[in-house]
T-cell receptor
Framework: EPEVTQTPSHQVTQMGQEVILRCVPI?????FYWYRQILGQKVEFLVSFYNNEISEKSEIFDDQFSVERPDGSNFTLKIRSTKLEDSAMYFCASSVTPLTGNTIYFGEGSWLTVV | DAKTTQPNSMESNEEEPVHLPCNHS???????IHWYRQLPSQGPEYVIHGLTSNVNNRMASLAIAEDRKSSTLILHRATLRDAAVYYC????????????FGTGTSLTVIP
């Protein structure tokens, strides 16, 4: 069964460093998403991406964050200067369309620890 | 975003059916009801979704009330692997294409 894959599974970084989290969405999907989950808290929407541009973003997705689809398969989340509060599990997801009846498929997550 | 209400936790015996309720009294006519689950240390996993009619798939059944103000996810025979947090989510056409996760129901399966 096709799946969303994410790398790395775990990353520890020092505060202030840049981090790039990578995702390979399901191949025929056109919409891509990043969510995050701080330990013990809800899964929160960060951003959605379609046709090489951001279609929606939440208040969490500030200027420190950026997303990119550098080639035909990868979808990345960059955090420019990490803060302690960026420590979380980051989930990439994809869907064929954004329609409300459509399913979003999530990856296994990248656990980011900022020290 | 359209809100859902779920019990914080439920328990079930292994191999027994489980009925996980969800209230969504403010649902609008075009909102789909989605159920996801999250096993410990894993990403959310799609379970089932529906609009008006009851739905069945290999994982579960979804029973939707006639007025659509509530729904029930039914696991026909709970296994230890079904222990997870179950999220009932309304996909609101007016708030874009993202999912809003609540706190869900933490299901414990007792051997």
């Amino acid at each position: 069964e096709p799946e969303v894959t994410q790398t790395p599974s775990h990353q520890v970084t020092q505060m202030g460093q840049e981090v790039i989290l990578r995702c390979v969405p399901i191949s025929n999907h056109l919409y891509f998403y990043w969510y995050r989950q701080i330990l013990g808290q809800k899964v929160e929407f960060l951003v959605s991406f379609y046709n090489n541009e951001i279609s929606e973003k939440s208040e969490i997705f500030d200027d420190q964050f950026s997303v990119e689809r550098p080639d035909g398969s990868n979808f990345t989340l960059k955090i420019r200067s990490t803060k302690l509060e960026d420590s979380a599990m980051y989930f990439c997801a994809s869907s064929v369309t954004p329609l409300t009846g459509n399913t979003i498929y999530f990856g296994e997550g990248s656990w980011l620890t900022v020290v | 975003d359209a809100k859902t209400t779920q019990p914080n936790s439920m328990e079930s015996n292994e191999e027994e059916p489980v009925h996980l309720p969800c209230n969504h009294s403010t649902i609008s006519g075009t909102d789909y009801i989605h159920w996801y689950r999250q096993l410990p240390s894993q990403g959310p996993e799609y379970v089932i979704h529906g609009l008006t009619s009851n739905v069945n798939n290999r994982m579960a059944s979804l029973a939707i009330a006639e007025d659509r103000k509530s729904s029930t996810l039914i696991l026909h025979r709970a296994t230890l692997r079904d222990a997870a947090v179950y999220y009932c989510i309304l996909r609101d056409i007016n708030t874009g294409n993202q999912f809003y996760f609540g706190t869900g129901t933490s299901l414990t399966v007792i051997p």
